[in-house]
């Protein structure tokens, strides 16, 4: 099998604060059911085994844009959200942090009775994907989270993580079983992390005399295949700067959902009643459902969706995220009930923000954009694990 993916994250510690934890839930499965309602069940599994897109997701729901915490908080946040939809959804994760990966396999075998697939083959699935990434691949990095996302049909995705705590980094490991051939032959199709010298691979093809003289690496007869690896490295520093965006894409979008009027496209968007900022979210959450693979080369851009629980780029900003969340659940309900008009206007707005970076020039300033949404944070809830957004000072004035 062919490992989809794979980055290197700065480790990054502490806790989700019930506040945002509730609205990741939330917001998550509005996304999935959008996805899979649009695209279907193997899309979600794609893109979930896509390190791009997976950190652009985390980025949206508020999540630090750059550390390995989005790993473990999307991901539970998701299976906290999905599962209890497991049957109209048609997905189902299992396992997660710590004790909770180690029961994956016998969640996998219940999952597999209850939707009539082999639940005893995803097991072994399983088990071999967390086998090649903490034993076979010798990098350094100890698994302590496997997530395995898995479809009605046996089609599957593997989200895991490891630490190496000697560098303060975590690596994430993808597997989409759409591109498996070999767990024992270059099976990774992408991992995310920093190069960290010369390491031990006995899952790469060139290992196949090494993999005969071991018991457990001739399970399965290697074949040979093309390997893509797509590689995330997210950097050391938190706060979100100039280059970790792509400017062109960045700034015309502001300028859509911003300096061109909405009164311009309300009755196409059929969303009327929503200001610029709300739109601003809107557009970034349309691209996670709608784009294409190339548009998540810069996950830090969709962190102005809705901000960083620590304040980077921005306070999240929570009467945003709940009319987010309150705008694309309508839409996801009235297309299961055959009325697609309004997830149709949100799929456009994305197209919207294509069409806008044609021939556009960026000419706002990146510090500039920032500040403004610093100092206007407190106008929509601001909020960060440190407390509330507070007017600044020459504005506090003003409000007495």
């Known amino acids: 099998m062919k490992r989809s993916g794979s980055a290197d994250l700065p480790l990054h510690y502490g806790q989700v604060p019930m506040w945002l934890a509730e609205r990741m839930s939330t917001l998550g499965l509005a996304i999935t059911e959008a996805i ?18 997976f950190q652009s997701f985390g980025a949206v729901m508020g999540m630090d844009w ?6 473990t908080s999307v991901m539970g946040a998701l ?126 093809k060139a290992a196949l005399p090494a993999q005969q003289a071991m018991l457990s690496m001739t399970q399965e007869d290697p074949q040979r295949m093309l390997t893509e690896i797509r590689h995330l490295k997210m950097p050391d520093h938190h706060e979100v700067t100039a280059k970790d965006v792509d400017l062109k894409r960045l700034g015309a979008m502001l300028w859509l959902t911003h300096e061109k009027q909405p009164a311009d496209f309300e009755s196409l968007l059929m969303l009327e009643g929503m200001g610029p900022r709300t739109l601003q979210s809107m557009a970034l959450v349309s691209e996670v459902i709608y784009g294409t693979p190339s548009r998540f080369q810069d996950p830090a851009r969709f962190s102005f969706a809705h901000g960083g629980k620590d304040g980077h780029p921005f ?7 709940d009319e987010t969340i309150a705008v694309l659940s309508r839409a996801v309900q009235k297309a299961k009930v055959g009325q697609a008009d ?59």
Request: glycine letters at 10%; aromatic letters at 10%; charged letters at 20%.
């Open 315 to 321: 306070p999240v900003p929570l009467k945003v995220y």
């Open 36 to 53: 899979v309602e649009e695209f279907g069940t193997a899309a979600m599994l794609q893109r979930l085994g896509d390190p791009f897109w």
């Open 79 to 204: 299976k906290k959200a999905i599962n209890p939809h497991a049957k109209s959804l048609g997905l189902y994760i299992c396992g997660g942090k710590g004790k909770q990966s180690r029961e994956t396999p016998a969640e996998l075998i219940r999952y597999g009775a209850f939707a009539g697939i082999a639940g005893d083959a995803l097991a072994r699935s399983s088990r071999l994907s967390a086998k090649v990434d903490n034993t076979a691949v010798q990098d350094g990095f100890q698994l302590y989270l496997h997530s395995f996302i898995v479809d009605q049909t046996g089609k599957w995705t593997v989200v895991q993580q490891g630490m190496r705590p000697d560098s303060a980094t975590a690596r994430r490991y993808h597997w989409h079983s759409a591109d498996l051939n070999s767990f024992v032959s270059d099976p990774h199709s992408g991992i995310a992390g920093q190069n960290q010298g010369q390491i031990i691979n006995l899952a790469a």
């Open 342 to 400: 309004k997830l149709q206007a949100i799929r456009k707005l994305s197209e919207l923000s294509r069409m806008a970076e044609q021939g556009f020039t960026p000419n706002q300033n990146f510090d500039a954009v920032l500040e403004r949404e610093r100092r206007e944070s407190w106008k929509y809830g601001g909020k960060t694990v440190f407390g509330d957004a507070k007017p600044p000072k020459d504005q506090q004035l003003k409000l007495f």
């Open 66 to 71: 750059h550390s390995s915490g989005i790993t």
